[in-house]
């Protein structure tokens, strides 16, 4: 297989969730000296990118999506020790620490937030679900997160998310962070009215929001 | 059959797993490889299908699914794992039938069949939030005035003296019980005070306010109905855990409450309508429910009323009510609001497909995805309760054919369903009655399905 070959399998693969083949053509990679980078870039992202589109649409589910994620975070786990090797750096887009809040053990949806945000190239530390809000910022100081993602599912727990930002200003750190929010009940007034800096519908909404957001902090 | 303390057990010795290995290594494959293997299809042509070979052939799968995936306990993060003899024996000895209420409002919540055309038990109104005490005393009064109602749910308060309610808080613990006093105060002034309640309690998330707020002095009696709810998708908390054994230790009914995702974890309609049927053997098995509420979803829209998911009701009710003896109320959320035509459109094909397909029992669908504050009226539980009636009188074909209808008229418009009003806005809020306009678009959509075939007669 030559290099184009081997960037539209890794696609592929992503695509079709295999993990272990997903390994094996990254250990493709690594022997044709292949740019790891230019490997994930052009072959694994684009392979998310197709199949984030694909879910977006209603045409693929979350299980495809998931086993996709698994795919390409199985070619990542080879691939990363060689970009070290290499002495390059793997850019990160920024560190998003997301969860659901205090109260609410609902995940899909922040799954599958966590889940893209993750494979579009973002630092994402997922605390799960039934978050008091001081233990939130706790993990965003001690991570130093970028963003903080909220997630609420019922109306009995949406007042959390305004706690979350309640507390930072009051901790006065609020403008050390973005806070986003998302969730059944909750809509871009909510966001307005508790001052959260945006609110994704979806998560292919929610990528796009955090890039906006990140391209105004440089 | 296995009694509560064995689930207590078996969550206790279960194997143990992480959370995602049970969602990607047990529940996703398992459920991919058993629709292929019984060959389950999508008829995206007809919502409602008409084939008992096929219904009976969801139950086999969703048998094998249960015997196959379990449940997993979040708490001890191990599978409550039933085997497929242990099922079969709790479908067998569960005795299909659930009593509710008291005195005069007293009744027997039994089971229907598919293209049964006896009424099914008829729940009206909703938990969707409400912003003041008085607009939820005359929705409750308005429910309980509707004579042909057979159980009741009352809408939570929003706040208590301004505090929000927050879940887990103690001021959740006072919205709780102060919603069980409006509520039973209403139906004595509607004259119905035995009226069961069945989504007990309505404001409480926790399994502290919701075992405080029960205490009878507040009002609530073993023959009211409380919700206790598994997490999507196949599992199950302490919290829920303990409001069961209390529940059961007191003798009152559990209400198992369940709501598969179509496009989360369960994938595609095909994967959704086994874990819909599987969840109804669930709701005896593991949630040891009186009767059961069951709401298939879509992930993306947060409704019920999308074609595949009318598809994964109709399936999967006529394989629980062919197979299951267990009474379940079927819910569906709608994408439109109150005071639109989309709304009654939605509401009408839903009740259609669950009703012609042996639902026990249907509830009022609910407007606006259930999520709009002060969102929901007495005037969709009207139309609920006529639509269920006359969607009694169709078998599944005609139900079907109906259904089709009703999907060209709001199909395409689901993305951008209208939120609609609130009651303040439609209803006047002291008299409790509605507006002429709103009186008027109901008047109007009834006789449009009148001349699609529809007979409120």
Redesign the interface.
């Known amino acids: 297989m030559d290099k184009n070959q081997i960037l539209e399998k890794l696609a592929a693969v992503v695509m079709d969730g295999t993990e272990d083949e997903a390994k094996v053509l990254a250990q493709a990679v690594v022997a044709n000296k292949i740019d790891p980078l230019e490997a994930i870039e052009q072959g694994l992202s684009k392979g998310m990118e197709i199949i984030g589109g694909r879910f977006e649409r209603?045409e693929a589910?979350?299980?495809?999506l998931?086993?996709a994620a698994?795919s390409f975070n199985a070619a990542m786990a080879v691939l990363k020790p060689e970009i070290e090797a290499q002495k390059k750096q793997l850019v990160k887009l920024g560190k998003v620490l997301i969860g659901t809040v205090?109260?609410?053990?609902?995940?899909?949806?922040k799954d599958i937030v966590a889940s893209v945000l993750d494979t579009s190239g973002f630092d994402v530390v997922d605390m799960g679900v039934d978050n008091p809000s001081l233990n939130i910022i706790q993990q965003a100081e001690k991570i130093q997160a970028d963003v903080i993602a909220l997630s609420s599912v019922?109306?009995?727990?949406m007042?959390?998310q305004k706690?979350v930002i309640d507390t930072l200003k009051e901790m006065g750190i609020r403008q050390k962070y973005f806070v986003i929010i998302g969730g059944?009940?909750v809509n871009p007034e909510w966001a307005d009215r508790i001052g959260a800096d945006g609110y994704g519908k979806?998560a292919i909404d929610a990528v796009a929001l955090v890039k906006g957001l990140m391209a105004k902090k440089k | 059959m296995t009694n509560f303390l064995d689930i207590c057990e078996k969550a206790i010795h279960g194997p143990i797993m992480s959370e995602r290995d049970f969602?990607?290594k047990v529940f996703?494959p398992k459920l991919?490889e058993l629709v292929r293997k019984y060959g389950i299809q999508y008829d995206r042509e007809n919502p409602v299908p008409c084939d008992d070979q096929a219904a009976d052939n969801l139950f086999q799968a969703a048998l094998e699914f249960l015997a196959s995936v379990g449940i997993y306990c979040?708490d001890t993060n191990r599978l409550i794992q039933f085997t497929k003899e242990e099922i079969l024996d709790g479908i067998a000895k569960a005795p299909g039938q659930c009593h509710l209420g008291e005195g005069k409002d007293a009744k027997v919540f039994g089971m229907r069949k598919p293209d049964d055309q006896k009424i099914p038990w008829l729940h009206v109104g909703s938990g969707i939030?409400s912003t003041t005490e008085e607009m939820i005393t005359n929705k409750i009064e308005a429910y309980a005035s509707i004579p042909e109602v057979d159980s009741i749910s009352i809408p939570?308060l929003?706040s208590i003296r301004g505090i929000?309610?927050?879940?887990?808080?103690p001021v959740?613990l006072y919205a709780a019980i102060r919603s069980v006093k409006i509520g039973r105060d209403a139906l004595i002034r509607a004259g119905r005070p035995g009226l069961p309640i069945c989504n007990l309690v309505a404001?409480a998330?926790?399994a502290v306010t919701t075992i405080a707020a029960s205490a009878p002095q507040f009002g609530l009696r073993p023959t009211d109905g409380w919700l206790c709810g598994t997490?999507?998708e196949n599992k199950l908390?302490y919290?829920t855990m303990n409001k069961i054994a209390y529940l059961l230790n007191w003798g009152a009914n559990v209400g198992a409450e369940t709501a598969p995702?179509?496009?989360?974890?369960?994938?595609?309609p095909a994967?959704t309508a086994i874990v819909s049927t599987a969840y109804i053997m669930i709701g005896i098995l593991a949630l040891k429910g009186s009767y059961q509420l069951h709401f298939p979803v879509h992930?993306?829209y947060?409704c019920s009323t999308t074609r595949d998911v009318l598809w994964v009701v109709s399936a999967s009710c006529q394989a629980a009510s062919r197979n299951v003896p267990m009474p379940v109320i079927w819910l569906g959320y709608m994408a439109g609001g109150p005071n639109t035509k989309m709304y009654f459109y939605e509401s009408a094909a839903w009740l259609l497909a669950a009703t012609a397909s042996g639902a026990p029992s249907v509830q009022t669908p609910h407007s606006a995805?259930a999520?709009k504050?002060d969102g929901f009226t007495p005037m969709e539980c009207q139309f609920g309760v006529d639509m269920a009636k006359a969607a009694a009188k169709c078998d599944r074909q005609q139900a079907n054919h109906l259904v089709k209808k009703l999907l060209e008229k709001y199909e395409s418009q689901i993305d951008k369903a209208p939120s609609g009003d609130r009651y303040q806005d439609c209803y006047n809020v002291t008299t409790g009655k509605p507006s002429e306009a709103y009186v008027r678009l109901v008047k109007e959509v009834k006789e449009e399905l009148s001349g699609m075939g529809t007979s409120f007669a």
């Open positions: 209603g589910y979350l299980p495809e998931l086993m698994a205090k109260g609410d053990v609902h995940s899909i949806g019922m109306t009995t727990t007042p959390a706690e059944g009940p979806s | 969602d990607m996703m991919n979040q939030v939570a929003d929000p309610v927050a879940a887990g808080s959740e404001t998330a926790s997490v999507a908390e919290g995702i179509l496009g989360g974890y369960c994938g595609g994967g992930f993306k947060g995805k999520v504050i």
